[in-house]
Structures are given as C-alpha cells and as structure tokens.
C-alpha cells in the first residue's frame, strides 16, 4: 500500500515511520518542517515515552526540575517540585527533526513540496503539489490547524474553535522551571518555558471578535515585566493559532472517511485547558498507522480508537474549562498549592499529563486538605469534571 502524508510534524513524522515499519510504502510532503514552532515546547514523560525507542540520538533538552505558580498581583508564588522524567522542554526543530530523520531512515520518502490540491473517492487519491501529481492509495492529513486535508474532506475549524497563542521568544536567558499564570482575561494562562537557548513566553485565548494578537501579546510583555522572568532578553514576536474544541465538537467532527484520516492538530486532538497537542499528535499517528496496517474498514477503526483514547478525555477538559479561569477557582486553587503538598503532587501529574481529567476530581478529594480542595470543586460545580 502506497501511503501519502501530508505535513511532517510530530502526528505526521510518527504515522509515517510506523508506516514505513509495517512495509507500507511512503510519501511525506512538507516544504516546512522541520522548524520552530511557537509554543511552550514542554514534551511531557508519557510523550516521550512513546517515541525514545525511535530517536537515534539523545535530544538536547532542558529537564524541568519544578512548576511555578505565580500571582503577581497578590505577589505570592507556588513551587511544584516535578519528577526527573516529568517534562523535558526542548527545540521543537530539534524534535520535530529527529521524528522525521526516523521515519525516513524507516523507509519513508521526504518530499518537500507544498499539497496544493486533493481529490479522494470511493476508489482513488490524487494530490497535486507545485512539482506533480501523486496517486497513493490512502492519505493522511497531518497538516496542522490550517490543514488542507481537512478544508477538502471534512471541515475546517470555525474561529470559535480556535485560539490564538502569542507571545515572545526571550534570546539569550534559560532556566531550568516553568512559570505560569492563570488569568481571568481572557480566561487561560499566561506561560514561561525555558529552552535551551531562551524562554519560550506567551499568553493564549480563545479566538474572537475582540481577541487581537497584538492586545494578547502587549499583556504578555506588562506580565514579562512585572513577574520579572527575561530581565535583559531580546524579545522576538510570534503567533500562532491552535484547536481549542468545545465539548459537543469533539462528539460531532469527523475524523476519517474512505481513503483518508487526520491526525494531531489537524484531528483537533489538542488539550482545551493547557492547549498541549505533543501527545495527542504522536499517539494519534501510531493509532492511524495501525488502522491502515490492519485493512479493513480503517476509518471506523481509526475513528473508534481516537474516540476510546482521546476524545473522552478532552470532551471532560472543555467541559471543565469554563470553571477552571474562573477568579474563585484559581485564588482556591493558589491557596491550595501553597498549603498543601498533596495538592501540589496532584498538579504536578497535571502538568506532567499524568493525571486524567476522569480522576481528577476524586484525588483532590481523598488529599488531606479535604475542605480546601471541596471548595475550589465546588467553585467550578457549574461545570462537570465527572
């Protein structure tokens, strides 16, 4: 079987190197990758963990070694000590080269030319790029949150589900802790990653007619200041949009049909709250692998093993999203990290991605700090996180 993927980031380089292990013949179009990409860049243990066996060298990273959760304005902070192999931070053109040098070692055939066109039935596939036209048997859509693949054959994101993530690269200043702020406006979190080189530091929200990139990231520069986290950086500007789905698009969207699937961001396989897409994006490239592998119907077999291990999951995030920038959960929950060491532990599993939104809510039931953490459920009460 001759397969086609389009876009060679993290869910497209993994589809194609499984792919390519199970004998399948392989295209990869990309005139991009690898590059930087405009985010936090923390690559969680369980992420990783998918992937090790597959890289040939060792990434150059940073290892977080604690989760700062700040309050400037009440200028109080909250120190989560995180595990050895919890999250690792590094360049996304590092990662991102690293999974395609092993799909094309794989087998995998790079072609770096932009899909300008698609045509899928019932009994064939045709892609034009600016240097041809190929005809795969099966195609998979791992181009982004502005893919193609899925403009052509099921439907692309309305604004609303999508945010716009924007902020700054700090040059020349690193660090070994992640610093956050949650903020009521607009409802989400401010963030500083560090990466080898620099900090990666930005603010998010969702898209809407009154979200400008340019508002978003002048709040993330007053913030830079006064949580003083890049003192005497260059301060390089990006922005970037990424799938933020509500409850009912993740049961609605569809996600492979005859001769086709998509993957990763394309999928909108991303978290609602931390908008974090690394492991949806792997992992949903190896379950696309293994339907097409297999034979048979692959979109139902795909469909069904995305809904099984992903779209639970993150239907519960966006239920639970509304509730948790609320100003009285996140004061709760400030309050809670600097008394409890038990509510510290079960956050850094959050921030790891070990700790599931299904359970969330009986853990920080069963910590000692028992009215504490009653209180900060009950502030979000309105928005189920059962």
């Given amino acids: 079987m001759h397969v086609a993927v389009v876009g060679a980031g993290p869910a497209g380089a993994w589809a194609a190197y499984n792919l390519a292990r199970r004998g399948a013949r392989v295209t990869i179009f990309d005139d991009s990758h690898p590059r930087e990409k405009p985010c936090g860049g923390g690559v969680t243990g369980r992420a990783l963990a998918l992937v090790s066996d597959a890289l040939e060298a060792r990434l150059d990273h940073v290892a977080i070694r604690s989760a700062r959760f700040t309050n400037v304005r009440r200028g109080i902070d909250a120190v989560v000590p995180l595990g050895p192999a919890a999250l690792a931070v590094t360049s996304r053109t590092a990662f991102d080269a690293a999974l395609l040098t092993a799909a094309v070692r794989a087998g ?95 603010i998010c929200a969702q898209a809407g007619i009154s979200t400008r990139a340019d508002a978003l990231r002048a709040q993330a520069a007053a913030w830079i200041r006064a949580a003083h986290v890049a003192e005497g950086a260059t301060l390089v500007p990006y922005a970037w949009p990424i799938p933020s789905l509500g409850a009912a698009d993740f049961d609605g969207q569809v996600v492979g049909g005859a001769r086709w699937c998509l993957v990763g961001d394309a999928a909108g396989l991303v978290d609602p709250i ?63 990290l600097c008394q409890s060491a038990a509510v510290r532990a079960v956050m850094a599993d959050l ?25 900060a459920l009950r502030s979000v009460a309105c928005h189920s996180i059962s």
Avoid at 144 to 154: D, E, I, M, P, Q
Avoid at 356 to 375: C, I, P, V
């Fill in 274 to 336: 931390t908008r974090e897409g690394i492991y949806f994006a792997i992992a949903s490239g190896g379950w696309a692998a293994e339907a097409i592998g297999e034979g048979g119907d692959v979109a139902r077999a795909y469909t069904t093993r995305v809904n099984d291990e992903a779209v639970g999951e993150l239907a519960r995030a966006a239920r639970l999203k509304a509730g948790f920038f609320r100003p009285v959960f996140t004061t709760l929950m400030m309050d809670a």
């Fill in 351 to 375: 921030v790891a991605g070990s700790q599931s939104y299904r359970s969330l809510k009986w853990r920080l039931l069963r910590t000692l700090e028992l009215g504490l953490a009653w209180r």
């Fill in 108 to 202: 995998a055939a790079l072609h770096t030319s932009r899909v300008v066109g698609l045509r899928v039935d019932a009994s064939s596939v045709e892609i034009h790029t600016r240097d041809g036209t190929c005809r795969p048997d099966f195609i998979v859509g791992a181009d982004g949150t502005n893919s193609l693949v899925r403009r052509r054959l099921s439907a692309p994101f309305r604004r609303d589900q999508l945010s716009v993530a924007t902020g700054f690269f700090a040059r020349g200043v690193s660090s070994d802790e992640i610093v956050i702020e949650m903020v009521q406006e607009p409802a989400g979190y401010i963030w500083s990653f560090p990466r080898t080189d620099h900090l990666a530091i930005g």
